[in-house]
C-alpha cells in the first residue's frame, strides 16, 4: 500500500467509514498518497470471510461522492478499493485480540535481549499487550506500545 495513513476520527475517515459500513463492510484504514496536483486514495475493507469484488462493486461511486469534496488535492485523484489480505498489518490490540491461536510476527520499536522481530501464536491479550508462544513453546510477553509492526504470519 504506502502513503499516509488517515486517522481515526479524521473527517475523511467518519465519511467513508459511514458509507464501507452502508454497505456491510468494516472500514480497514484509509491511505492517501500522490502529488500535490494528483492523488490516490487506498480504501482497505473487510468483512468476516474476507472480501470479494461483489463487495466492492457498489463502493465507488458512494465513495467518489463522499470523497471529493474532502479530499487534499487541486487535481485528479483516484480510487483503490482493496482488501487486507491474509498476512494483514494489526493495527491495535483489538485486532491483535481477534486473531487469538493465529501465527503472527512483530517487530519492536528496540530490540529486546538483542532481538527485534518476533513470530508466534497469539495465546492471550490483555489491556497493554499480548503473549506469544513461539516454536519450542516458549512463551513471551509485550507491550503493544513496544511494538512497531504486527502482521498475520503467512
Known amino acids: 500500500m504506502g502513503g499516509a495513513r488517515v486517522a481515526a476520527g479524521d473527517p475523511l475517515e467518519r465519511a467513508v467509514a459511514a458509507v464501507v459500513e452502508a454497505h456491510g463492510l468494516e472500514l480497514w484504514e484509509i491511505s492517501l ?3 500535490a496536483r494528483h492523488g ?3 480504501v482497505t475493507v473487510d468483512r468476516p470471510g474476507g ?8 463502493l465507488n461511486g458512494p465513495l467518489g461522492v463522499v470523497l471529493d469534496p474532502l479530499v487534499p488535492w487541486t487535481g485528479g485523484w483516484s480510487l483503490d478499493l482493496e482488501s487486507p489480505g491474509p498476512c494483514r498489518r494489526l493495527r491495535s490490540l483489538e485486532d491483535v485480540r481477534r486473531f ?3 501465527s503472527v510476527t512483530i517487530s519492536l520499536r528496540q530490540a529486546e535481549s538483542g ?9 492471550t491479550v490483555s489491556e497493554d499487550g499480548f503473549v506469544l508462544e ?5 512463551s513471551q510477553e509485550f507491550s503493544w506500545d513496544d511494538v512497531l509492526e504486527a502482521r498475520v504470519a503467512g
Open 33 to 35: 498518497s500522490g502529488t
Open 40 to 42: 490516490r486514495v487506498t
Open 51 to 58: 472480501v470479494g469484488l461483489q463487495h466492492l462493486e457498489g
Open 100 to 102: 487469538l491461536g493465529v
Open 115 to 123: 532481538q527485534r522481530h518476533f513470530k508466534g501464536v497469539v495465546k
Open 134 to 138: 513461539s516454536e519450542g513453546a516458549k
